[in-house]
Structures are given as structure tokens and as C-alpha cells.
């Protein structure tokens, strides 16, 4: 243990001399408190922890990525899991993967994946207990809608996932049929990126570059306007105390499955409801920001093959928004600007192989349901409508290259990624890659205000 915790503690004193950090107060405070957490598992076993400590550069090109809270980053993954050794011994297992992330604007997200404990009831039945991902939809992880579990949302080149918290029970038959059951009494909103809200000074900023805040003025009668924010917000037990509830029935032999699932749900982010009034007085525009929580019916299938590292599926999801957040059916004043929801349908599928020397596979979605721009102004701009994605990974021992490519054919959007990495050492990674936006020239779609977030980066990794 004691040569573990000199190396962590070697590590972090070089970190706080380089980038941000040095800068920062906060950031070092934050850094210190993570590696206090690492510190305190210097105990186990080899293979039961792994994780990683790094700090990227996005300023290889000044033109590249020059957008405040991306020009610098500090990360850190960690992944504890202990699963029984012995079949026979009905031993529980348990589960916590968590990171953070923290940028050249004094910005920490933290993020956790994962954390249960679950085991086997009985050879048919298992529990799990805690927060963890529902694989129930694959079109959802691939393309990141966040509509099943909570996205990471660190950068939205790769949304990540985080679990729902709650209890699941899964029974499987001797026969290939099986059925889970998942349920909830508690609601985690994503929670990443968030906003700078200064209750004083009534603004809402962000210092994520992933953020996208609402203007700070308005042209009212010819003139400009400065907006003032307030934000009501709510009590957190009338947030977090919301219930889940949801079945996946389905069936599978060695190669084919088949399931069919749904799930009543809150939505994964708060909705807000905006009331606007012009107060002549002080001459501004007083904007009361009311967050509101919002049920959906989530529910799809999927035909799924497997054969080793080979996959093939056949997808499909819907989600039905509630008209009225939850417990509130009034109807909204002339005065109030209210997020429109609407239905969404998708259909997709993918070919995949992936193994530890190399990795490529295709995936494609499309938008079933109707989305009419001028009609629904007020709705959010659909992440994906009829896109394809094709990925690339070679692993060259101590080098591995990755590539993965995202293009809209209906809105012209695209996401490119390329990265390296080099194993210098057993403990050291070297990497960088490029990370590219591109949007439609009107600049209306999901992803226009986010195109300058653009990376060309080159970092350390510390792995443990």
C-alpha cells in the first residue's frame, strides 16, 4: 500500500504544478479531494480497482478549440467492482464507477455511473440494488438521447451513461424466457453540464462549453433590453421523491434474443417554465424560471444477434411526454413561455465486432415521428434524425488508433473523432486526438450551438 500512495501522491503534486490547476485554488481543492478518495483504496487486490488520473491540452492550435472551459481539463475515472469468486458461495456484488472532470473556467462535474450491490437470489433469480444502467435500449446508448438512463454529459461527443436508482429483479426460465422488473421511489436528474446561476446579480452563465444559456437581453419595441433571472427553486424532496416503474420481457438462446420493454418515468432533465413580464421601472425584462418535472412512456423492442464478438440488432423506441408536469394541469398563462413536448419514434440498428486486438461496427437510426420546425418552435431540436455511424479501433500492443464518425443525411450534421494512445509505461498513457463539429449553414439544428467546440488535444494519463 505504502508504494501506492507515494505514487499517487507524486502524481498529484505534479498536477497542480501544470495548466488550471496551478491557477486555481478551487481546482487544487477539488484534485485533493479526489486523490484522498484514491488514497483511501490503496488496499485491494489487483483488478478490483482501475481507474485513471490525466489532464488534457486543447491548445495545441490557438485557432482549435478556444473556447473557454475547453482549452484545459483535468479528468479522473475510477471503477470499483467485486464480484464473487466462487459460483457456489452466494456472495453479493458490488459496484461503484464514478469520475470528474475539471476545466481552465474553475468548473468540476462529477459524475457516477454506477453504484450497487446485487447477486444472485437463487440459478434463476438476481437482484440489484442501487444506482445502475437499464441495457434495454440500444439505439439510445449509441446515439445518446437520454431517454432511458441519465447521460454523463461531460462533452457530448460522447455522452456516457449513468444508471437510474432503484431495485431490479430479473428471473430467467429454463426454457430462454425471462422477464425484469425495475421500480423507484427516488428521481436523479442529469446533472451535467450545469449553469452559473447569481441569484444577486439575477444572471444565468455557464462555464461549460457544452452549456447553452439563455440570452442576457431581448429587443423589446426597437430597443435592448437586459434580462433578469429568477430562479424559483424547488424543494428537493419535491424533486428527487418521484416513482419508476417498468417490465422487459423477453427471450434468448445461445445467439438470438428478443425482448420488449416499458417504462413510466420522470424525464432525465428538469423542464423549465419561464414567466416573462417588462418592468418599465428599472427598465429591464423580468424572466421567473419555474423548473418543472415531467413523466414519460418509454417503451420499445429489440432483436438482437451474438456470436462471440460479433453483434447484429434490430431497434426501436417511442417516448410519450405527459402533457402537464407532474401534479400541475393548469393551463399556461399568455405570459409564460412553456417548453413544447412532443413524440418521438426511432428505428435503428448496427453490425459490430469488437475484441481486444481490434474493434469496427455501423450503426444507423432514423426519426419515425414528425418534427415541423416552424410549428414546434418551442420543442428542442432533435438530436439525431436520420444519421449513420461507422467506428474503427486497432490496438498495436503499447498503440491503439480509434476513429468514429456521426453524419445527419437530413440536417447535415456531423461528429468526427480520431485518437491514440501509447502505453509509455505500465502506469503512464500518452494520448490526444481531434474531436470536429460540423452544422448546417442556417444554423438550425440540435447540435449549431455547440460547433465551435472543436478539439485538437494531446495529454497524460495516470493509470491505476
Avoid at 440570452?215 to 421523491?241: A, C, H, L, R, W
Avoid at 490526444?432 to 438550425?444: A, E, N
Wanted: glycine content about 8%; aromatic content about 12%; charged content about 25%.
Amino acid at each position: 500500500m505504502g508504494k501506492n500512495v507515494k505514487r499517487l501522491d507524486k502524481l498529484y503534486q505534479m498536477l497542480i504544478k501544470v495548466g488550471p490547476v496551478a491557477r486555481s485554488p478551487k481546482l487544487q481543492y477539488g484534485l485533493g479531494c479526489l486523490f484522498a478518495l484514491l488514497s483511501s483504496f490503496a488496499h485491494s487486490e489487483e483488478g478490483v480497482i482501475n481507474g485513471h488520473v490525466g489532464f488534457l491540452s486543447n491548445q495545441i492550435n490557438s485557432d482549435v478549440g478556444d473556447v473557454p472551459g475547453n482549452r484545459f481539463i483535468t479528468n479522473a475515472a475510477f471503477d470499483y467492482k467485486k464480484m464473487p469468486q466462487d459460483p457456489e458461495v452466494r456472495e453479493a456484488t458490488r459496484r461503484l464507477t464514478l469520475a470528474t472532470q475539471l476545466n481552465d473556467q474553475s468548473y468540476l462535474q462529477f459524475s457516477v455511473q454506477e453504484a450497487y450491490l446485487g447477486g444472485n437470489l437463487t440459478d434463476k433469480d438476481s437482484m440489484k440494488f442501487g444506482r445502475h444502467l437499464l441495457e434495454w435500449s440500444p439505439i439510445d446508448q449509441t446515439w445518446g438521447f437520454g431517454k432511458l438512463n441519465n447521460r454523463r454529459n461531460f462533452d457530448f461527443f460522447e455522452p456516457g451513461q449513468e444508471g437510474l436508482t432503484g431495485i431490479s429483479y430479473e428471473h430467467k426460465g429454463s426454457n430462454g424466457m425471462r422477464y425484469r422488473l425495475f421500480g423507484s421511489g427516488l428521481y436523479i436528474p442529469e446533472m451535467n453540464p450545469g449553469f452559473d446561476i447569481n441569484d444577486k446579480r439575477k444572471t444565468i452563465k455557464c462555464r461549460s462549453p457544452w452549456c447553452d444559456a439563455p440570452s442576457s437581453e431581448t429587443e423589446v419595441q426597437g430597443s435592448m433590453k437586459s434580462i433578469e433571472y429568477d430562479v424559483n427553486y424547488p424543494k428537493i424532496g419535491d424533486v428527487i421523491f418521484r416513482y419508476s416503474v417498468g417490465y422487459n420481457l423477453g427471450w434468448e438462446n445461445k445467439h438470438w434474443s428478443f425482448e420488449q420493454y416499458y417504462i413510466r418515468k420522470p424525464e432525465n432533465n428538469l423542464t423549465t417554465r419561464v414567466g416573462v413580464a417588462l418592468n418599465t421601472i428599472e427598465d429591464v425584462v423580468k424572466a421567473k424560471i419555474d423548473p418543472q418535472v415531467y413523466y414519460q412512456d418509454f417503451m420499445g423492442a429489440n432483436l438482437k444477434y451474438r456470436n462471440q464478438d460479433l453483434l447484429m440488432y434490430v431497434s426501436g423506441f417511442a417516448s410519450r411526454p405527459s402533457s402537464y408536469p407532474d401534479g400541475n394541469k393548469r393551463a399556461t398563462d399568455w405570459t409564460e413561455i412553456k417548453t413544447a413536448k412532443i413524440k418521438e419514434d426511432y428505428m435503428g440498428g448496427g453490425i459490430s465486432k469488437v475484441n481486444a486486438d481490434y474493434g469496427y461496427g455501423f450503426n444507423y437510426v432514423a426519426r419515425l415521428s414528425p418534427f415541423d420546425r416552424d410549428k414546434q418552435s418551442l420543442a428542442q431540436e432533435p438530436r439525431w434524425n436520420q444519421a449513420v455511424n461507422v467506428f474503427l479501433m486497432k490496438n498495436f500492443n503499447k498503440l491503439t488508433f480509434s476513429g468514429d464518425v456521426k453524419y445527419d443525411m437530413l440536417t447535415r450534421d456531423r461528429l468526427i473523432m480520431v485518437r491514440a494512445f501509447l502505453n509509455v509505461t505500465k502506469n503512464l498513457l500518452v494520448n490526444g486526438g481531434m474531436s470536429m463539429i460540423g452544422t448546417p449553414k442556417d444554423g438550425k439544428s440540435y447540435w449549431s450551438p455547440y460547433t465551435n467546440n472543436d478539439s485538437l488535444y494531446a495529454g497524460l494519463r495516470y493509470i491505476y
